[in-house]
C-alpha cells in the first residue's frame, strides 16, 4: 500500500540523516519528494562531507516514491522562493513540508558557558536551525494552505517536556531545538483556520552517518559502538523517523497532533511503524528512566 500516492513533499535538509531517513521513507509510501540541501556531487558545502542530495534523491526513486534534488541555501530567501514557485509550476501543490535543516554538529562547544562560547559559531548555529526554517515556511505555507491536511513537520532534538526540563549542554544548542518546538506550536495556530497540522518531531539517538563515523561502525555492525558507549544499545536508524512520520502524513486525522511536539518512538507505537531491525525503540523514555537516572545500560521494554 501507498498511501501518500498523488502527495507531493518537501524534505528541506535531505541531504543526509534524518532528511535523508525520512525523503525515502515518504518516498516508499508514494509521496514525490523534493530533497534539497548545499551539497550536490559537484559543489561542497562547508561540512566537506560525502553526501550529496543526488543520492538522497536515488534513494527516494529506489524505495518506489520520485525524488527530485535542487541544491538551496535554506538562508537565502531568493533561492527557497524559486524553489516553491518550480514545485508549483511542475506540481502545482505541497502537501508536506518537513523542515529538517540543521548543517550544525561541528558549530556547537559542548558544556561551554555562554561567555566562553564562540559569538560567530553560536549565531552560525541559531541562523541554521531557526531562519531556516522561518524562511522555508514563508514561502511554502501560501502553496500548502491550498491542499486538504496539508502537514507541517519541523525537526528538532528533544521533546517539548524533557527540554524543558532539562539543559542541553550549551545555550545556543538549547536556544535552538527549543526555539523549533516553539516554532510548531506557532504555527499550529496560523494553520489551523485551513485545516493544515503543525507538529514538532525529534528522533531518538540517532545513526546518522556522522554518528556512526564518530563511532567508527557502519549501519551493519552498529551494535559494536555499545562497546564504547552502552546507552548507544537504545538508538535507531533515520528510517525510524521516516517511517514514523510518513504514517502521520498519511493519517486523515493527523490533526489531532497540531502544535504537539512528539518523538519517533511516540509517533511509532500510534501508527506500527518498526525500524529496521524490527524494533521500536523509545529512546527519550529510555534516556529519562534509565540514562538520566544512572542506571545500567538496559534496552529491555524499550525497544
Known amino acids: 500500500m501507498k498511501p501518500l500516492i498523488g502527495k507531493v513533499a518537501l524534505v528541506a535538509g535531505a541531504t543526509r ?38 543520492e538522497t534523491a536515488e534513494l527516494v526513486n529506489q524505495a518506489g516514491g520520485q525524488g527530485i534534488a535542487v541544491q538551496v541555501d ?12 518550480r514545485i508549483e509550476k511542475e506540481q502545482g501543490r505541497l502537501d508536506i513540508l518537513v523542515n529538517d535543516v540543521w548543517g550544525a554538529e561541528y558549530l556547537t562547544q ?7 562560547h564562540s559569538l560567530e559559531r553560536g549565531f552560525r548555529q541559531l541562523r541554521l536551525a531557526i531562519d531556516t526554517h522561518i524562511i522555508t515556511s ?3 505555507l501560501s502553496l500548502l494552505i491550498r491542499s486538504k491536511n496539508g502537514l507541517v513537520v519541523e525537526m528538532t532534538d528533544g521533546t517539548a517536556e524533557y527540554n524543558d526540563k532539562n539543559y542541553r549542554l550549551s545555550m545556543f544548542y538549547d536556544l535552538a531545538k527549543t526555539s523549533v518546538i516553539r516554532m510548531a506550536k506557532s504555527l499550529a495556530h496560523e494553520l489551523s483556520p485551513y485545516k493544515c497540522t503543525a507538529v514538532a518531531v525529534t528522533p531518538g539517538w540517532m ?8 563511532f567508527g561502525v557502519k549501519e551493519e555492525n552498529w ?18 523517523v521516516g517511517r514514523a512520520i510518513a504514517a502521520l502524513a498519511g493519517d486523515p486525522e493527523a490533526n489531532r497532533w497540531n502544535g504537539h511536539s512528539v518523538s519517533s518512538g511516540e509517533l511509532a507505537r500510534v501508527y506500527g511503524a518498526y525500524d529496521l531491525d524490527g524494533s521500536q525503540p523509545d529512546c527519550w523514555r529510555y534516556i529519562v528512566e534509565v540514562q538520566d537516572a544512572g542506571k545500567p545500560a538496559d534496552a529491555t521494554g524499550y525497544r
Do not use: C
Open 17 to 54: 540523516g534524518a532528511g535523508r531517513g525520512i525523503a525515502i521513507e515518504l518516498g516508499a509510501a508514494g509521496a514525490t519528494v523534493y530533497v534539497t540541501g548545499r551539497t550536490t556531487r559537484a559543489q561542497s558545502s562547508e561540512y566537506n562531507r560525502p553526501e550529496t542530495i543526488e
Open 207 to 214: 545513526r546518522s552517518e556522522i554518528m556512526l563515523e564518530h
Open 110 to 116: 559542548w558544556n561551554v558557558p555562554l561567555w566562553e
Open 74 to 85: 535554506h538562508l537565502e530567501p531568493d533561492q527557497v522562493q524559486a524553489l516553491i514557485a
Open 223 to 240: 551494535r559494536e559502538a555499545t562497546e564504547k558507549e552502552p546507552h548507544f544499545i537504545i538508538s535507531e536508524s533515520p528510517r525510524f
Open 138 to 140: 514563508h514561502f511554502a
